[in-house]
Every structure is written in C-alpha cells, then in structure tokens.
C-alpha cells in the first residue's frame, strides 16, 4: 500500500511558475513509476508527465512539454512536477498516481494503482 499527498498548488498570474510535490508513504517508493494528470473544470481528467522505469526516461502531453518537468527524489519519496510559463489552461486539479507494473502504459490513468487526493491549480490571466 502506498498513501500519497500532494502540496504545492495555488493561485499564480499567467506566466508565473508553481512546483508540485508528491509525498509518498508506504512501500519503496523506488519500486514505482510515478505519473501527474490533472483535471480541469467540467473535463475529464488527462495526462500530464510520467517517469518510466528506465532512469531518465520521461513522458509529457504535448500541452505541456517544454514548460513542465518531472522529477523523483527517491531518498525523500518524493516526485515532483516544476511548471513554468503557466496559463490559464493550466488551471486543474492536479493529481500524482503511481504504478506498479512493469509494462504499464505511463498516459493511461486505469494503469496507475495508487492516487493521491489532488491539489488546485489556478492560474489568472
């Protein structure tokens, strides 16, 4: 069993950067591939950054990429997501989920086993 928790969210003007962090406790936390999704209002919830297995290996939406980062730090079990040059399309509950199978497919919410509670985005414009 994992528990994780989110902090980091807020209000920030257009442009402005936030950075996320994922605490997580329970099992090793280097045993699993962590994720971002994020929900904006009245949508569904979608993809935003994963890790894979591989050290280095990065997954991101086209909506983010280049003005978001994932990033683990496993000595603290902790992952987070940096996000620069926001937008007010960036505006979303934000969610960190790991997985646990090797094969997962990092874009896929049904794939991740363990969520956390979100926190809020909110970017003005």
């Known amino acids: 069993q994992v528990q994780l928790v989110e902090s980091g969210g807020g209000l920030v003007q257009a442009g402005g950067s936030l950075r996320l962090s994922c605490a997580a406790s329970?099992?090793?936390?280097?045993?699993?591939?962590p994720g971002w999704f994020r929900q904006p209002p009245g949508k569904e919830r979608e993809f935003v950054a994963a890790r894979g297995w591989s050290e280095g290996i990065t997954y991101y939406a086209d909506s983010v990429k280049g003005r978001f980062t994932i990033s683990r730090d496993n000595a603290k079990n902790t992952v987070f997501l940096q996000m620069n040059s926001l937008k007010p399309e960036d505006t979303a509950v934000y969610y960190c989920a790991v997985r646990t199978r090797f094969n997962s497919s990092p874009r896929n919410a049904g794939e991740y086993d363990y969520w956390g509670q979100g926190t809020q985005v909110t970017v003005s414009s």
């Open positions: 329970g099992r090793t936390f280097s045993n699993y591939a």
